[in-house]
């Protein structure tokens, strides 16, 4: 089998990283463009009824943002890898590495800071209670994680006494109560009483324990995070690994198109600074971006190489010499009967005297 160093200085490597580099370029920035879609849908709808402001509230916000990201980066990608463009590459690599590197940071930063995330949380889900009815978006989501993981509120079920409907000194139906969405579930299937959570807010916990489910969704997803951390880092795994494997097609095949530039045998934008003319060049395979290597290189052998046989420096010359007149052959052949060697035997000669 032959090692990496062979490997990588062949067209089958060089055609399979660069289409392999295009594919996953390609996909990504079709999420990336199927999520900025669904995100400004989502966001004509939200200002129809436009109430909240923060990042963590407005889910269109963020599917927006990530579209844009994801399409952008990955058009850059895409096309760098299709044009062999070193700098398209090089910029294309180092934002991965920086979303990578940032991603990583938070998650760190989560972690050692766990009472400050939580708490900046807390503010932002209490912020999205007070225009619970008002903005479908976070009503969908929030309604979600409370039946998923068996939870009520933010930090606690108490937090949704700042909805203007649910704090105990109102007069509807709502007033001093909870979401359905926050109620026990005691069997499967049952139909849900919409005001099951009447007059909870104002009850202490010890005793609400059968009626809604008294823990905040912070800590829920906490726990259910620590208790399968298997399917945590699977998702951590899934959401990093993609940006790695970009990175490792990016790094080889932008090194592979730097060694391209560098050799004197590629057909490369450097051959116009050099002694050689492209209509000198027999191009055939080199491609349309006119950069695609080839066994054996496009340059001519110079026929000053020397290493080159005397007989094929002989040929060379002959070839480049205009045809020759019956006079000047047959002075050739009376100069040969005089020194009893041809050409090629005096080149020999000279190449064992130095």
Same mark, same amino acid.
């Given at each position: 089998?032959?090692?990496?160093?062979?490997?990588?200085?062949?067209?089958?490597?060089?055609?399979?990283?660069?289409?392999?580099?295009?594919?996953?370029?390609?996909?990504?920035?079709?999420?990336?463009?199927?999520?900025?879609?669904?995100?400004?849908?989502?966001?004509?709808?939200?200002?129809?009824?436009?109430?909240?402001?923060?990042?963590?509230?407005?889910?269109?916000?963020?599917?927006?943002?990530?579209?844009?990201?994801?399409?952008?980066?990955?058009? !850059?990608?895409?096309?760098?890898?299709?044009?062999?463009?070193?700098?398209?590459?090089?910029?294309?690599?180092?934002?991965?590495?920086?979303?990578?590197?940032?991603?990583?940071?938070?998650?760190?930063?989560?972690?050692?800071?766990?009472?400050?995330?939580?708490?900046?949380?807390?503010?932002?889900?209490?912020?999205?209670?007070?225009?619970?009815?008002?903005?479908?978006?976070?009503?969908?989501?929030?309604?979600?994680?409370?039946?998923?993981?068996?939870?009520?509120?933010?930090?606690?079920?108490?937090?949704?006494?700042?909805?203007?409907?649910?704090?105990?000194?109102?007069?509807?139906?709502?007033?001093?109560?909870?979401?359905?969405?926050?109620?026990?579930?005691?069997?499967?299937?049952?139909?849900?009483?919409?005001?099951?959570?009447?007059?909870?807010?104002?009850?202490?916990?010890?005793?609400?324990?059968?009626?809604?489910? !008294?823990?905040?969704?912070?800590?829920?997803?906490?726990?259910?995070?620590?208790?399968?951390?298997?399917?945590?880092?699977a998702l951590c795994c899934a959401i990093g690994l993609p940006q790695l494997l970009g990175i490792i097609l990016s790094c080889v095949f932008w090194n592979l198109l730097v060694d391209m530039s560098? &050799?004197?045998?590629?057909?490369?934008?450097?051959?116009?600074? &050099?002694?050689?003319?492209?209509?000198?060049?027999?191009?055939?395979?080199?491609?349309?971006?006119?950069?695609?290597?080839r066994d054996g290189g496009y340059l001519p052998v110079p026929a000053s190489e020397p290493e080159l046989d005397p007989i094929d420096v002989h040929l060379e010359k002959l070839k480049k010499q205009?045809?020759?007149?019956?006079?000047?052959?047959?002075?050739?052949?009376?100069?040969?009967?005089?020194?009893?060697?041809?050409?090629?035997?005096?080149?020999?000669?000279?190449?064992?005297?130095?």
């Amino acid at each position: 089998m032959p090692s990496y160093s062979e490997l990588r200085k062949t067209n089958h490597f060089y055609y399979f990283i660069k289409f392999t580099l295009n594919v996953y370029s390609m996909l990504f920035s079709l999420m990336g463009l199927c999520v900025l879609c669904v995100g400004v849908y989502a966001e004509v709808e939200r200002q129809k009824n436009r109430t909240l402001e923060g990042l963590f509230l407005a889910p269109a916000v963020v599917l927006i943002l990530l579209g844009l990201v994801m399409f952008t980066v990955s058009v !850059v990608g895409m096309v760098g890898s299709l044009r062999d463009n070193k700098t398209l590459l090089h910029m294309f690599l180092c934002v991965l590495c920086v979303l990578l590197l940032l991603q990583a940071i938070a998650l760190t930063a989560a972690l050692i800071f766990e009472k400050k995330t939580s708490a900046l949380f807390q503010s932002s889900i209490r912020e999205g209670i007070k225009h619970y009815y008002d903005d479908l978006d976070f009503k969908n989501i929030l309604d979600y994680v409370q039946q998923k993981f068996s939870c009520c509120g933010g930090d606690e079920y108490k937090d949704w006494g700042v909805n203007q409907y649910h704090f105990c000194n109102g007069t509807g139906p709502l007033a001093c109560g909870v979401p359905y969405t926050c109620c026990v579930q005691r069997k499967v299937g049952e139909v849900i009483n919409t005001l099951c959570g009447y007059k909870t807010l104002d009850q202490e916990r010890e005793t609400l324990h059968e009626l809604i489910h !008294v823990r905040g969704c912070i800590h829920a997803v906490n726990l259910w995070m620590s208790d399968n951390i298997g399917i945590t880092i699977a998702l951590c795994c899934a959401i990093g690994l993609p940006q790695l494997l970009g990175i490792i097609l990016s790094c080889v095949f932008w090194n592979l198109l730097v060694d391209m530039s560098e &050799s004197a045998d590629m057909v490369d934008f450097r051959l116009k600074k &050099s002694e050689f003319e492209y209509s000198e060049l027999d191009l055939a395979g080199a491609g349309w971006c006119m950069c695609l290597p080839r066994d054996g290189g496009y340059l001519p052998v110079p026929a000053s190489e020397p290493e080159l046989d005397p007989i094929d420096v002989h040929l060379e010359k002959l070839k480049k010499q205009p045809p020759r007149t019956h006079s000047q052959l047959r002075e050739m052949q009376q100069s040969r009967s005089a020194t009893g060697l041809d050409e090629v035997d005096v080149g020999r000669k000279q190449k064992r005297e130095h």
